[in-house]
Protein backbone atom coordinates (compact mmCIF):
# COMPACT_ATOMS: atom_id res chain seq x y z
CA UNK A 1 0.00 0.00 0.00
CA UNK A 2 1.22 3.21 -0.60
CA UNK A 3 2.17 6.00 2.14
CA UNK A 4 0.13 9.05 2.07
CA UNK A 5 1.66 11.73 -0.02
CA UNK A 6 1.91 15.02 1.39
CA UNK A 7 0.94 16.31 -2.22
CA UNK A 8 -2.26 14.54 -2.41
CA UNK A 9 -4.24 16.77 -0.72
CA UNK A 10 -2.49 20.25 -1.75
CA UNK A 11 -2.75 19.30 -5.58
CA UNK A 12 -6.32 17.53 -5.37
CA UNK A 13 -6.83 21.06 -4.46
CA UNK A 14 -5.52 22.62 -7.11
CA UNK A 15 -7.11 20.60 -9.54
CA UNK A 16 -10.49 21.70 -8.24
CA UNK A 17 -9.52 25.81 -8.10
CA UNK A 18 -7.03 26.20 -10.29
CA UNK A 19 -8.60 25.16 -13.36
CA UNK A 20 -12.81 24.94 -12.58
CA UNK A 21 -13.92 25.80 -15.80
CA UNK A 22 -11.28 24.80 -18.48
CA UNK A 23 -10.25 21.56 -20.59
CA UNK A 24 -7.49 19.52 -19.50
CA UNK A 25 -3.69 21.12 -20.68
CA UNK A 26 -0.56 20.40 -20.34
CA UNK A 27 -0.64 22.28 -16.54
CA UNK A 28 -3.14 19.71 -15.59
CA UNK A 29 -1.71 17.07 -16.48
CA UNK A 30 1.41 17.98 -14.19
CA UNK A 31 -0.83 18.86 -10.69
CA UNK A 32 -2.12 15.51 -11.97
CA UNK A 33 1.13 13.72 -12.11
CA UNK A 34 2.28 14.80 -8.95
CA UNK A 35 -1.28 14.07 -6.95
CA UNK A 36 -0.28 10.43 -7.62
CA UNK A 37 2.91 11.26 -5.53
CA UNK A 38 3.86 8.76 -2.89
CA UNK A 39 6.47 8.86 -0.44
CA UNK A 40 7.83 6.02 -1.96
CA UNK A 41 8.71 7.26 -4.83
CA UNK A 42 12.31 7.60 -5.41
CA UNK A 43 15.14 10.29 -6.24
CA UNK A 44 16.42 10.75 -9.46
CA UNK A 45 19.69 8.60 -9.21
CA UNK A 46 22.33 8.37 -11.58
CA UNK A 47 23.20 4.45 -11.40
CA UNK A 48 19.12 4.49 -11.56
CA UNK A 49 19.36 6.17 -15.05
CA UNK A 50 22.46 4.95 -16.30
CA UNK A 51 20.66 1.19 -16.20
CA UNK A 52 17.92 1.94 -18.13
CA UNK A 53 20.12 4.26 -20.42
CA UNK A 54 22.14 1.36 -21.14
CA UNK A 55 18.96 -1.33 -21.38
CA UNK A 56 17.34 1.41 -24.08
CA UNK A 57 20.86 1.31 -25.96
CA UNK A 58 21.37 -2.15 -26.21
CA UNK A 59 17.70 -2.97 -26.98
CA UNK A 60 17.14 -0.20 -29.34
CA UNK A 61 16.06 -1.22 -32.81
CA UNK A 62 16.88 0.76 -36.22
CA UNK A 63 15.08 0.08 -39.09
CA UNK A 64 15.53 0.59 -42.68
CA UNK A 65 13.93 3.66 -44.15
CA UNK A 66 14.56 3.99 -47.81
CA UNK A 67 11.70 5.76 -49.50
CA UNK A 68 10.31 7.24 -46.16
CA UNK A 69 11.29 10.72 -46.22
CA UNK A 70 9.57 11.56 -49.98
CA UNK A 71 6.41 9.54 -48.38
CA UNK A 72 6.31 12.05 -45.29
CA UNK A 73 6.67 14.97 -47.58
CA UNK A 74 3.67 17.32 -47.10
CA UNK A 75 2.49 18.55 -50.44
CA UNK A 76 0.23 21.80 -48.45
CA UNK A 77 -1.39 21.94 -45.31
CA UNK A 78 -5.48 22.89 -45.81
CA UNK A 79 -5.67 26.43 -45.19
CA UNK A 80 -2.04 27.07 -45.26
CA UNK A 81 -1.82 31.20 -46.28
CA UNK A 82 0.36 31.84 -49.37
CA UNK A 83 3.60 31.26 -50.06
CA UNK A 84 4.71 28.79 -47.70
CA UNK A 85 8.68 28.63 -49.05
CA UNK A 86 10.08 25.82 -46.81
CA UNK A 87 9.29 21.75 -46.97
CA UNK A 88 7.63 20.53 -44.24
CA UNK A 89 7.08 16.82 -43.37
CA UNK A 90 5.04 14.81 -41.42
CA UNK A 91 4.69 10.71 -40.47
CA UNK A 92 5.26 8.17 -38.25
CA UNK A 93 8.65 6.32 -36.71
CA UNK A 94 7.81 3.02 -35.58
CA UNK A 95 9.62 2.40 -32.22
CA UNK A 96 8.76 -1.03 -31.30
CA UNK A 97 7.41 -3.21 -34.56
CA UNK A 98 6.42 -6.10 -32.25
CA UNK A 99 4.24 -3.67 -29.58
CA UNK A 100 3.48 -1.81 -33.00
CA UNK A 101 4.30 1.13 -31.28
CA UNK A 102 4.88 4.15 -33.50
CA UNK A 103 5.39 8.21 -33.39
CA UNK A 104 4.28 10.82 -34.74
CA UNK A 105 6.27 13.87 -36.02
CA UNK A 106 6.42 16.70 -37.85
CA UNK A 107 9.11 18.50 -38.71
CA UNK A 108 9.49 22.17 -40.73
CA UNK A 109 13.13 23.04 -42.23
CA UNK A 110 14.52 26.53 -42.57
CA UNK A 111 13.19 28.77 -45.55
CA UNK A 112 16.77 30.16 -45.50
CA UNK A 113 20.17 28.09 -46.12
CA UNK A 114 18.53 24.77 -44.21
CA UNK A 115 21.39 23.17 -45.40
CA UNK A 116 23.78 24.37 -42.66
CA UNK A 117 21.19 24.98 -39.71
CA UNK A 118 21.41 23.17 -36.75
CA UNK A 119 18.17 20.61 -35.83
CA UNK A 120 16.25 21.73 -33.02
CA UNK A 121 13.75 18.76 -31.54
CA UNK A 122 10.88 20.41 -29.46
CA UNK A 123 8.52 18.46 -26.85
CA UNK A 124 5.93 19.38 -24.72
CA UNK A 125 5.24 18.36 -21.22
CA UNK A 126 2.03 17.31 -19.74
CA UNK A 127 2.91 14.72 -19.17
CA UNK A 128 0.97 13.02 -22.44
CA UNK A 129 0.57 16.69 -24.33
CA UNK A 130 1.10 17.06 -27.49
CA UNK A 131 4.30 19.10 -29.24
CA UNK A 132 1.82 19.19 -32.56
CA UNK A 133 -1.23 21.08 -31.23
CA UNK A 134 0.70 23.29 -28.45
CA UNK A 135 4.22 24.05 -29.80
CA UNK A 136 3.76 23.72 -33.48
CA UNK A 137 0.32 24.78 -33.63
CA UNK A 138 0.35 27.58 -31.20
CA UNK A 139 3.82 28.58 -30.05
CA UNK A 140 6.72 28.31 -32.27
CA UNK A 141 5.65 26.85 -35.39
CA UNK A 142 5.14 28.46 -38.48
CA UNK A 143 1.52 28.55 -38.55
CA UNK A 144 -1.38 29.61 -36.03
CA UNK A 145 -4.79 28.04 -36.10
CA UNK A 146 -7.45 31.13 -37.17
CA UNK A 147 -10.54 30.95 -35.35
CA UNK A 148 -12.66 29.23 -38.03
CA UNK A 149 -11.07 26.23 -37.56
CA UNK A 150 -10.12 25.64 -40.94
CA UNK A 151 -7.24 27.95 -41.93
CA UNK A 152 -4.26 28.83 -40.71
CA UNK A 153 -1.86 32.41 -40.49
CA UNK A 154 1.67 32.69 -40.73
CA UNK A 155 3.89 33.14 -37.17
CA UNK A 156 6.81 35.30 -38.77
CA UNK A 157 8.71 34.63 -35.39
CA UNK A 158 8.68 31.04 -36.11
CA UNK A 159 11.70 29.26 -35.14
CA UNK A 160 12.15 27.33 -38.32
CA UNK A 161 13.22 31.28 -39.32
CA UNK A 162 16.89 30.27 -37.75
CA UNK A 163 17.20 26.12 -37.22
CA UNK A 164 15.17 23.37 -38.76
CA UNK A 165 12.49 22.23 -36.13
CA UNK A 166 10.78 18.72 -34.96
CA UNK A 167 7.94 18.18 -33.35
CA UNK A 168 7.32 15.01 -31.75
CA UNK A 169 4.22 13.27 -30.24
CA UNK A 170 5.85 11.22 -27.05
CA UNK A 171 5.01 9.20 -26.02
CA UNK A 172 2.71 6.69 -27.40
CA UNK A 173 -0.83 7.74 -27.07
CA UNK A 174 -0.21 11.50 -27.45
CA UNK A 175 -2.04 13.09 -30.47
CA UNK A 176 -1.38 11.22 -33.17
CA UNK A 177 1.30 8.65 -31.65
CA UNK A 178 -0.01 5.00 -31.05
CA UNK A 179 0.83 1.69 -29.70
CA UNK A 180 -1.56 -1.56 -31.09
CA UNK A 181 -0.86 -2.72 -27.73
CA UNK A 182 -2.89 -0.96 -25.76
CA UNK A 183 -1.73 -2.55 -22.58
CA UNK A 184 1.48 0.04 -23.12
CA UNK A 185 -0.71 2.76 -22.06
CA UNK A 186 -0.59 1.79 -18.69
CA UNK A 187 3.02 1.31 -18.11
CA UNK A 188 4.26 4.33 -19.08
CA UNK A 189 6.74 6.27 -17.78
CA UNK A 190 9.64 8.88 -17.68
CA UNK A 191 11.80 6.17 -18.85
CA UNK A 192 9.59 4.54 -21.36
CA UNK A 193 9.11 8.32 -22.40
CA UNK A 194 13.08 8.48 -23.06
CA UNK A 195 13.54 5.26 -24.73
CA UNK A 196 11.08 5.69 -27.04
CA UNK A 197 12.25 9.01 -28.07
CA UNK A 198 15.67 8.05 -28.62
CA UNK A 199 14.70 5.13 -30.76
CA UNK A 200 12.37 7.21 -32.64
CA UNK A 201 15.44 9.96 -33.00
CA UNK A 202 17.99 7.70 -34.56
CA UNK A 203 15.51 6.29 -36.43
CA UNK A 204 14.70 9.57 -37.78
CA UNK A 205 18.22 10.42 -38.32
CA UNK A 206 18.15 7.68 -40.71
CA UNK A 207 15.23 8.50 -42.82
CA UNK A 208 16.92 12.05 -42.82
CA UNK A 209 20.78 11.10 -42.99
CA UNK A 210 22.24 14.32 -43.94
CA UNK A 211 21.21 15.37 -40.32
CA UNK A 212 23.29 12.96 -38.72
CA UNK A 213 26.33 15.06 -38.48
CA UNK A 214 24.32 18.80 -37.86
CA UNK A 215 24.20 20.00 -34.45
CA UNK A 216 21.61 19.02 -32.08
CA UNK A 217 19.41 20.17 -29.63
CA UNK A 218 16.84 19.51 -27.47
CA UNK A 219 14.20 22.72 -26.35
CA UNK A 220 10.85 22.02 -24.47
CA UNK A 221 8.57 23.33 -21.66
CA UNK A 222 6.59 22.80 -18.33
CA UNK A 223 6.99 18.50 -18.03
CA UNK A 224 9.74 18.99 -20.64
CA UNK A 225 12.21 19.71 -17.77
CA UNK A 226 11.88 15.83 -17.16
CA UNK A 227 11.16 14.91 -20.84
CA UNK A 228 14.52 17.09 -22.18
CA UNK A 229 17.22 16.22 -19.71
CA UNK A 230 16.45 12.65 -19.48
CA UNK A 231 16.54 12.23 -23.54
CA UNK A 232 19.74 14.20 -23.48
CA UNK A 233 21.02 11.59 -20.94
CA UNK A 234 20.27 8.71 -22.86
CA UNK A 235 21.80 10.08 -25.83
CA UNK A 236 25.48 11.05 -24.13
CA UNK A 237 25.26 7.48 -22.81
CA UNK A 238 24.35 5.96 -25.67
CA UNK A 239 27.15 7.84 -27.75
CA UNK A 240 29.46 6.92 -25.47
CA UNK A 241 29.08 3.13 -25.93
CA UNK A 242 30.12 4.09 -29.83
CA UNK A 243 27.02 1.90 -31.00
CA UNK A 244 24.69 2.61 -34.18
CA UNK A 245 23.94 6.24 -34.44
CA UNK A 246 26.11 9.22 -32.56
CA UNK A 247 23.74 11.87 -32.01
CA UNK A 248 25.81 15.26 -32.09
CA UNK A 249 23.92 17.01 -29.06
CA UNK A 250 24.83 20.25 -28.19
CA UNK A 251 22.71 21.16 -25.76
CA UNK A 252 19.02 21.23 -24.47
CA UNK A 253 17.12 25.13 -23.44
CA UNK A 254 13.90 24.09 -20.84
CA UNK A 255 11.23 26.77 -20.76
CA UNK A 256 8.81 27.33 -17.39
CA UNK A 257 10.25 23.40 -16.52
CA UNK A 258 9.42 21.16 -13.80
CA UNK A 259 12.55 20.16 -12.58
CA UNK A 260 11.83 19.96 -8.59
CA UNK A 261 8.93 18.73 -6.86
CA UNK A 262 10.35 20.90 -3.60
CA UNK A 263 11.77 23.81 -4.55
CA UNK A 264 8.97 23.82 -7.56
CA UNK A 265 6.08 23.82 -4.62
CA UNK A 266 7.37 26.33 -2.72
CA UNK A 267 8.57 28.54 -5.72
CA UNK A 268 4.69 28.56 -6.27
CA UNK A 269 3.20 29.64 -3.02
CA UNK A 270 5.66 32.54 -3.09
CA UNK A 271 4.93 33.73 -6.50
CA UNK A 272 1.17 33.67 -5.49
CA UNK A 273 2.29 36.16 -2.71
CA UNK A 274 4.51 38.02 -4.43
CA UNK A 275 2.19 38.90 -7.16
CA UNK A 276 -0.45 40.37 -4.80
CA UNK A 277 -2.92 36.94 -5.20
CA UNK A 278 -2.31 35.74 -1.65
CA UNK A 279 -2.55 37.99 1.54
CA UNK A 280 0.02 38.41 3.99
CA UNK A 281 -1.22 36.15 6.93
CA UNK A 282 -1.97 33.07 4.50
CA UNK A 283 1.67 33.78 3.25
CA UNK A 284 3.01 34.04 6.62
CA UNK A 285 1.71 30.54 7.80
CA UNK A 286 3.12 28.94 4.84
CA UNK A 287 6.38 30.57 4.90
CA UNK A 288 6.23 29.30 9.04
CA UNK A 289 4.77 25.94 8.50
CA UNK A 290 5.20 24.20 5.26
CA UNK A 291 8.30 22.12 4.46
CA UNK A 292 7.88 20.86 0.99
CA UNK A 293 10.21 18.91 1.26
CA UNK A 294 9.15 16.49 3.70
CA UNK A 295 6.88 13.34 3.18
CA UNK A 296 3.97 14.74 5.55
CA UNK A 297 2.49 18.56 5.98
CA UNK A 298 1.08 19.56 8.50
CA UNK A 299 -2.80 19.90 8.91
CA UNK A 300 -1.78 23.59 9.27
CA UNK A 301 0.12 23.89 6.27
CA UNK A 302 -2.46 22.20 4.31
CA UNK A 303 -5.22 24.70 5.51
CA UNK A 304 -3.15 27.68 4.41
CA UNK A 305 -2.63 26.20 1.10
CA UNK A 306 -5.76 25.99 0.64
CA UNK A 307 -6.71 28.98 1.60
CA UNK A 308 -4.19 30.53 -0.88
CA UNK A 309 -5.47 28.71 -3.74
CA UNK A 310 -9.06 30.09 -2.71
CA UNK A 311 -7.70 33.26 -2.36
CA UNK A 312 -6.34 33.91 -6.32
CA UNK A 313 -9.62 33.76 -7.52
CA UNK A 314 -10.39 32.46 -11.24
CA UNK A 315 -7.58 33.69 -13.09
CA UNK A 316 -5.96 32.11 -15.98
CA UNK A 317 -2.80 30.20 -14.08
CA UNK A 318 -1.01 30.03 -16.68
CA UNK A 319 -0.69 33.77 -17.34
CA UNK A 320 -1.68 35.99 -14.39
CA UNK A 321 -2.79 38.74 -16.70
CA UNK A 322 -4.15 37.19 -19.54
CA UNK A 323 -7.51 36.96 -20.47
CA UNK A 324 -9.91 33.84 -20.10
CA UNK A 325 -11.48 31.54 -23.00
CA UNK A 326 -15.37 32.99 -22.76
CA UNK A 327 -16.35 31.66 -26.09
CA UNK A 328 -15.45 28.45 -27.47
CA UNK A 329 -16.88 28.58 -30.40
CA UNK A 330 -15.34 28.79 -33.80
CA UNK A 331 -15.53 32.26 -35.89
CA UNK A 332 -15.63 32.54 -39.70
CA UNK A 333 -14.44 36.03 -41.38
CA UNK A 334 -11.35 37.39 -39.13
CA UNK A 335 -7.91 36.17 -39.78
CA UNK A 336 -5.75 35.91 -36.50
CA UNK A 337 -2.61 37.76 -35.41
CA UNK A 338 1.08 36.84 -33.83
CA UNK A 339 1.00 39.60 -31.57
CA UNK A 340 -2.24 39.06 -29.99
CA UNK A 341 -2.16 35.58 -28.65
CA UNK A 342 -6.05 34.18 -28.98
CA UNK A 343 -6.93 32.13 -24.92
CA UNK A 344 -9.39 30.25 -27.05
CA UNK A 345 -6.63 28.80 -29.58
CA UNK A 346 -6.96 25.58 -27.98
CA UNK A 347 -10.35 25.25 -29.34
CA UNK A 348 -9.34 25.69 -33.21
CA UNK A 349 -6.44 23.60 -33.10
CA UNK A 350 -8.45 20.59 -32.10
CA UNK A 351 -10.85 21.45 -34.51
CA UNK A 352 -8.46 21.98 -37.11
CA UNK A 353 -6.85 18.90 -36.16
CA UNK A 354 -9.82 16.59 -36.46
CA UNK A 355 -10.56 17.29 -39.90
CA UNK A 356 -10.12 14.44 -42.36
CA UNK A 357 -8.77 16.69 -44.63
CA UNK A 358 -5.68 18.07 -42.20
CA UNK A 359 -4.97 14.47 -41.04
CA UNK A 360 -4.90 13.01 -44.42
CA UNK A 361 -2.56 15.79 -45.50
CA UNK A 362 -0.40 15.22 -42.25
CA UNK A 363 -0.30 11.29 -43.55
CA UNK A 364 -1.59 10.79 -39.61
CA UNK A 365 -3.94 7.46 -39.57
CA UNK A 366 -7.44 9.14 -38.57
CA UNK A 367 -7.70 9.83 -35.11
CA UNK A 368 -9.78 11.71 -32.66
CA UNK A 369 -7.18 13.93 -31.58
CA UNK A 370 -6.73 15.90 -28.10
CA UNK A 371 -4.28 18.21 -27.10
CA UNK A 372 -3.60 15.92 -24.31
CA UNK A 373 -3.97 12.13 -22.81
CA UNK A 374 -4.73 10.13 -19.86
CA UNK A 375 -1.67 7.51 -18.67
CA UNK A 376 -1.48 5.71 -15.94
CA UNK A 377 1.94 7.08 -15.73
CA UNK A 378 4.70 4.76 -13.56
CA UNK A 379 7.47 6.35 -13.10
CA UNK A 380 8.46 9.73 -11.89
CA UNK A 381 11.59 11.08 -9.86
CA UNK A 382 10.52 13.64 -7.49
CA UNK A 383 14.06 15.75 -8.90
CA UNK A 384 15.83 15.85 -12.19
CA UNK A 385 18.67 17.85 -10.27
CA UNK A 386 21.59 14.83 -10.89
CA UNK A 387 20.78 14.32 -14.49
CA UNK A 388 20.97 18.56 -14.57
CA UNK A 389 24.04 18.00 -13.16
CA UNK A 390 25.64 15.32 -15.40
CA UNK A 391 24.66 17.42 -18.43
CA UNK A 392 26.70 20.02 -17.10
CA UNK A 393 29.45 18.18 -16.31
CA UNK A 394 30.33 16.88 -19.83
CA UNK A 395 29.91 20.35 -21.25
CA UNK A 396 26.46 20.24 -22.24
CA UNK A 397 24.70 23.98 -23.00
CA UNK A 398 22.43 23.79 -20.82
CA UNK A 399 19.36 26.82 -20.92
CA UNK A 400 16.37 27.40 -18.48
CA UNK A 401 14.13 30.34 -19.67
CA UNK A 402 10.84 30.96 -17.50
CA UNK A 403 7.95 33.11 -18.79
CA UNK A 404 7.88 35.87 -15.58
CA UNK A 405 4.08 36.16 -15.45
CA UNK A 406 3.46 32.12 -15.41
CA UNK A 407 2.30 30.85 -12.25
CA UNK A 408 2.24 27.18 -12.36
CA UNK A 409 6.13 26.56 -12.97
CA UNK A 410 6.95 30.40 -11.69
CA UNK A 411 10.01 31.81 -12.25
CA UNK A 412 10.45 31.25 -8.48
CA UNK A 413 10.18 27.58 -8.85
CA UNK A 414 13.17 27.86 -11.33
CA UNK A 415 15.27 30.31 -9.62
CA UNK A 416 14.98 27.81 -6.59
CA UNK A 417 15.38 24.71 -8.22
CA UNK A 418 19.00 26.62 -10.07
CA UNK A 419 19.77 28.18 -6.74
CA UNK A 420 20.01 24.23 -5.21
CA UNK A 421 22.78 23.37 -7.75
CA UNK A 422 25.06 26.32 -5.88
CA UNK A 423 27.00 27.15 -9.08
CA UNK A 424 29.30 30.14 -9.75
CA UNK A 425 27.89 33.31 -11.67
CA UNK A 426 29.64 33.96 -14.69
CA UNK A 427 28.03 36.98 -16.05
CA UNK A 428 25.85 38.63 -13.20
CA UNK A 429 22.08 39.02 -13.76
CA UNK A 430 20.74 42.06 -16.06
CA UNK A 431 18.28 43.44 -18.43
CA UNK A 432 18.20 41.68 -21.57
CA UNK A 433 16.43 43.85 -25.06
CA UNK A 434 14.22 42.84 -27.68
CA UNK A 435 13.88 46.17 -30.12
CA UNK A 436 13.71 49.12 -27.58
CA UNK A 437 12.19 47.36 -24.48
CA UNK A 438 13.27 44.92 -21.94
CA UNK A 439 12.76 41.45 -23.21
CA UNK A 440 13.97 39.94 -19.78
CA UNK A 441 16.44 39.58 -17.32
CA UNK A 442 19.19 37.16 -17.69
CA UNK A 443 21.90 35.78 -15.57
CA UNK A 444 25.05 33.15 -16.67
CA UNK A 445 26.18 30.79 -13.73
CA UNK A 446 29.23 28.42 -14.59
CA UNK A 447 26.96 25.80 -16.77
CA UNK A 448 23.40 27.29 -16.53
CA UNK A 449 22.00 29.72 -17.90
CA UNK A 450 18.96 31.86 -17.05
CA UNK A 451 16.47 33.97 -18.82
CA UNK A 452 13.31 35.42 -17.49
CA UNK A 453 10.93 36.21 -20.46
CA UNK A 454 9.02 39.46 -19.34
CA UNK A 455 5.73 39.58 -20.42
CA UNK A 456 5.01 35.53 -21.25
CA UNK A 457 3.34 33.09 -19.71
CA UNK A 458 3.93 29.19 -19.21
CA UNK A 459 3.54 28.89 -22.69
CA UNK A 460 6.79 31.51 -23.71
CA UNK A 461 6.69 31.91 -27.64
CA UNK A 462 2.49 31.78 -27.74
CA UNK A 463 2.81 35.54 -25.45
CA UNK A 464 5.88 36.66 -26.20
CA UNK A 465 6.77 35.33 -30.00
CA UNK A 466 9.47 38.01 -31.28
CA UNK A 467 11.49 37.66 -27.23
CA UNK A 468 11.28 33.93 -27.52
CA UNK A 469 12.89 33.89 -30.95
CA UNK A 470 15.10 36.39 -29.76
CA UNK A 471 16.05 33.94 -26.94
CA UNK A 472 16.39 30.76 -28.90
CA UNK A 473 19.17 32.45 -31.55
CA UNK A 474 20.75 33.50 -28.60
CA UNK A 475 20.88 30.06 -27.37
CA UNK A 476 21.64 28.60 -30.70
CA UNK A 477 24.54 30.74 -31.19
CA UNK A 478 26.16 30.87 -27.99
CA UNK A 479 25.61 34.50 -26.86
CA UNK A 480 23.75 35.88 -24.34
CA UNK A 481 20.68 38.20 -25.45
CA UNK A 482 21.29 41.85 -26.54
CA UNK A 483 22.06 43.93 -23.66
CA UNK A 484 21.23 46.82 -25.11
CA UNK A 485 18.57 48.66 -27.16
CA UNK A 486 18.41 47.45 -30.95
CA UNK A 487 16.43 47.48 -34.14
CA UNK A 488 15.45 44.00 -35.07
CA UNK A 489 12.39 41.87 -34.90
Same mark, same amino acid.
Given at each position: ?247 ? @? %????? /?????? !??? #? ?5 ? &? $? ?56 ? @? %????? /?????? !??? #? ?5 ? &? $? ?78 ? &? ?56
Amino acid at each position: MKKFSPYACLLNLSLLAFFPYSKASQADKLDELILSRSSQNPPMTLSWAEEDAMKTHYSANVAPQEGLRQADKIVALPGQPYGVNFDQYAGYVTVDPVAGRALFYYFVESPYNSSTKPLVLWLNGGPGCSSLGYGAFEELGPFRVNSDGKTLFNNKYAWNEVANVLFLESPAGVGFSYSNTTSDYDRTGDKSTAKDAYVFLINWLERFPEYKSRDFYITGESYGGHYVPQLAYTILLSNKLNYQTIVN @L %KGIAI /GNAWID !DAT #SLKGIFD &Y $LWAHALNSDETHEVIEKYCDFSSENLSAICLNATTRAITEKGSIDFYNIYAPLCHDTS @L %KNGST /GSVYDF !DPC #SDYYGTA &Y $LNRPEVQLALHAKPTNWSHCSGFNWTDSPTTILPIIEYLIANDIKLWIYSGDIDARVPVTSSRYSINTLKLPIQVAWHPW &YSGNEVGGYVVKYKGVTFVTVRGAGHTVPSWQPARALILILSFLYESLPPASPWIGF
